[in-house]
């Protein structure tokens, strides 16, 4: 049978594994990503055939392969017909989901084989293994592995196929000598012992998408035909859910708007760790920007910003800082995502100083350029920044980003500042002299809306824990890549997300 005969939809697979099943074949499933073929699939598939009368093999789509920023290496219609050519393979075809239990569910085989890199059960750190193991046995599928020896795509693409510039390669290579997966693995572990209070702006991201029509007839501008519109939980909504992935527990104290509050959403996209303390702004709407998009490109054309940042009244403010404070105290760190537009007051500002271990963000926006700053807070005890808003602090254009950082460091007092740099990734400086550059990894850069919060949420914890200046600023980065992969704050960021990539990268 041709290579491309063999290649079939997967409802077709489907009909195709009824038949086969319905003439007495024993028919056998391998599932995977399959993102460079090599010796180990070879042998995989050829146990594998051996168990059975019929081989299907079905391939992970692109979207749904979560390896890395940079990964999958091949397109899902060039794996598929990889993986159809081998011999002993009888029918291929891309799957649609994520994970394989539907998957199982849908085509039923006799047997699913896993490969010779799973001993067990128990030795896929990502759990996945185990629901596949229940999903067989519900449907009475026979879950059996191969045995030979190990090879890794990963590994293989790293050390001979990188999509990184040289540069990159050569820092990964030393970083894999300085530290382990299992190094990784020890600080979320006790980054999932943390307790977190957030303070912060809440922004509902309005994304309204739209294609460009031309030139309107009678008058010099361009018109748009509205296609459709997404509402994210943004600002410090987004960067409570990120944490909330990766610790124990998080409250959130933050403003809505009296009008148009939004609450019921609001409450509905955070995830279930996280404690909301909302307080209201009289006559005000929960801000709300508004970014017209193009579809196609995504790029943002215009923004409309629905706002009133004269921030709460004082009996309003001091209730909110009563409830914080009292929150304060039984945490390990606070978190203050301020982008400027009245939630954290400046009597707020003031108090937080006192707090024991105290993580900000200025962010500068349209809303608030030149007008907000770090240079506000009197303490920090780490800070994040974009090198804009730490050139806008300094009022320094020229001048290197070290020098700089350093500056304003001392005035806040922080032991750790990071500064993201954009595509050249981050510095980080601390108090007793350690100072690190961390190239970026980001391959495909679909949203940036969104990704400073995800580095800002997961640097904060690893700071809070004393963590290498190198690990910190790595771990942002990574977080970063995978933030500019999403539209908008859809998702947050989890540990697995951040694991899968992290392996990528280390193997």
Known sequence: MRVETRVVGLSELAETVKKHKQQGHRVVLCHGVFDLLHIGHIRYFRQAAQMGDVLIVTVTPDKWVDKGAHRPAF?????????????????????????????????????????????????DPTGKLRLEAEACK????????????????????????????KEVQEYLKVFRSRYSIEDIEHLFDKMQKLKVTVVGDTIL???????????????????????????????????????????????????????????????????????????????????????YIESYSMTKLFEIYHMDDSGADS????????????????????????????????KCREELVRVPFLAVNTQTNAGN??????????????VSL????????????????????????????????????GKKGSYIQTRDGAAVMVPAFDHKVVDKIG???AFFSVTSLAAVLEAQPELVAFL????????????????????????????????
């Open 138 to 165: 519900k449907l009475g599928i026979e879950l059996k592995f191969t045995e030979d020896i190990v090879f890794s795509s990963t590994t293989l693409i790293n050390e001979f196929m990188s999509s990184f510039p």
């Open 75 to 123: 397109s899902e219609v060039l794996r598929v017909e990889g993986v159809a050519s081998q011999r002993g393979v009888d029918h291929a075809a891309i799957s649609k989901w994520a994970t394989a239990e539907k998957l199982l569910d849908f085509l039923k085989p006799d047997v699913y084989v896993k490969g010779s890199d799973f001993t067990s059960i128990d030795t």
């Open 315 to 346: 009996h309003c403010d001091e209730c909110l800082r009563k409830k914080l404070f009292e929150s304060a105290d039984q945490s390990d760190l606070v978190v203050a995502a301020d982008f400027g537009h009245g939630a954290i007051s400046a």
């Open 369 to 382: 350029r030149g007008f907000h700053t770090i240079s506000k807070y009197k303490r920090c005890d780490f």
């Open 451 to 453: 990704s400073g919060d």
């Open 386 to 421: 974009a090198e804009p808003e730490l050139r806008l602090d300094t009022r320094d254009r020229v001048s290197a980003v070290s020098s700089l950082t350093k500056l304003a460091r001392e005035k806040v007092g922080a032991g750790m500042m990071a500064v993201t740099l």
């Open 205 to 291: 991201d309005d994304y309204q998408y739209c294609s460009p029509l031309g030139m309107a007839s009678k008058e010099p501008v361009i018109a748009f035909n509205h296609l459709d519109g997404d509402l994210f939980a943004g600002g410090v909504l987004a960067i409570a859910n990120h944490l909330s992935n990766l610790v124990k527990e998080v409250h959130l104290f933050t403003l809505l708007g009296e009008l148009d509050s939004h609450e019921e959403f609001i409450r509905d996209n955070l995830n279930a760790n996280v404690q909301p303390h909302f307080e209201y702004q009289k006559n005000a709407p929960t801000l709300r920007k508004r970014r």
């Open 476 to 507: 942002g980065n990574i977080v970063g890549a995978i933030a500019v992969g999403i539209v908008g704050n859809k998702k947050s960021i989890t540990r697995e997300a951040i694991m899968k990539c992290v392996r990528s990268l280390l193997k």
